[in-house]
C-alpha cells in the first residue's frame, strides 16, 4: 500500500470529508504512531503506522462501498438512536463493510437512501450548493389542484421562515379529498416536503422518495432490502458533485 496524505487516509476511511479531515488534523486530534499531528500534507503508509483520531484506531481503509436501501418506515435514519428506536442499523448488520446514510428520511417516510462510506461523496451530495434533485410522491390531504402545484414551484412558499426553493410539482392523481402529488426538489431542508405542502394547504398523509440523484428507487427492490450501486450509478452520483 502507497503512503498517501494523512488527510486523504481519513477520508477513506469514511470519518469526515478531506476538509473535514483537515479540520481534525488542524484541531490536534489526529495522531500518527501515537505522535499529535498538526501540520497538513504528512505522508503516511498505513502499512507500517497506526493513524487515530480522538484516540481511536483508524483501521486499514476499507474498500469503498455503495449502497441503494429501500427504507420501510417505523426506523430512524441513523445507526444509533438514544431513544432506543429501531434503526437503518437493523438492515446493515450482514455488510462487512460500515456504510453510513447520505442524507435523512423522517422515521414516517420510506423510500430511496443512499448508504455509502465514501466520505468524500457522502459530504458533497450533502451540501446545500450540491442541488442533488431528490423526488418524493406524496399522498396529501384535500384535493390538490393547480393552484397548490403553482404555489410549491413557485418559490414564494415560506417555510421556517424563508421561501423553499422552488419544487417541480405535478398531480398525479386526485379524488375529492385525496391527492397524490409528486414534487422535486433539490434543497434538502428538514421536514421539507411536509412543510411546503402544508404550508400550500395540503398536509402530507404519506411520503416515499422515489428518486435521489437522478438514481430512481427501483421497482423491484423491496422495502428494507439493500442493492449495490453499479459503475454507472456510482459515476452517476460522481457526476453530480464534481468528483468525476
Ligand atoms: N421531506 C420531509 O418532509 N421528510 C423527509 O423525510 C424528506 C423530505
Known amino acids: 500500500m502507497k503512503p498517501q ?8 476511511c469514511g470519518l469526515a470529508s478531506r476538509r473535514g479531515a483537515e479540520r481534525l488534523i488542524k484541531e490536534g486530534r489526529v495522531a500518527v504512531d501515537g505522535q499529535i499531528v498538526t501540520s497538513q500534507g504528512l505522508m503516511v503508509s498505513l502499512q507500517s503506522s497506526t493513524v487515530t483520531v480522538d484516540g481511536q484506531t483508524v483501521a486499514s481503509p476499507q474498500p469503498l462501498a455503495y449502497y441503494m436501501f429501500h427504507k ?15 434503526t437503518i442499523r437493523d438492515f446493515l448488520l450482514h455488510l462487512s463493510v460500515r456504510v453510513f446514510p447520505v442524507g435523512r ?3 414516517d417516510v420510506s423510500g430511496l437512501l443512499i448508504l455509502t462510506n ?8 450533502m451540501h446545500p450548493s450540491s442541488l442533488v434533485p431528490k423526488v418524493y410522491r406524496a399522498k396529501v ?19 421556517g421562515g424563508k421561501p423553499a426553493a422552488p419544487a417541480k410539482a405535478t398531480i398525479v392523481k ?18 421539507q416536503v411536509k412543510l411546503m405542502c402544508a ?35 456510482i459515476k452517476t452520483l460522481k457526476g453530480l458533485v464534481g468528483l468525476d
Do not use: C, M, W
Open 199 to 233: 404550508a400550500a394547504g395540503h398536509p402530507v398523509a404519506i411520503l416515499k422518495r422515489i428518486s435521489y440523484g437522478g438514481l430512481p428507487l427501483p421497482e423491484d427492490l423491496p422495502s428494507g432490502n439493500l442493492r449495490p450501486l453499479d459503475d454507472d450509478q
Open 118 to 125: 465514501d466520505g468524500e461523496l457522502a459530504t458533497r451530495l
Open 174 to 191: 386526485s379524488g375529492p379529498d385525496k391527492g397524490y402529488v409528486e414534487l422535486t426538489l433539490t434543497e434538502g431542508r428538514r421536514h
Open 72 to 86: 420501510p418506515k417505523g426506523f430512524v435514519t441513523t445507526l444509533s438512536d438514544p431513544q432506543g428506536r429501531p
Open 5 to 12: 496524505r494523512l488527510h486523504k487516509i481519513i477520508a477513506a
Open 105 to 107: 428520511l423522517d422515521l
Open 141 to 159: 390531504i384535500g384535493k390538490p389542484d393547480k393552484s397548490f402545484t403553482d404555489l410549491l414551484s413557485s418559490g414564494n412558499l415560506i417555510i
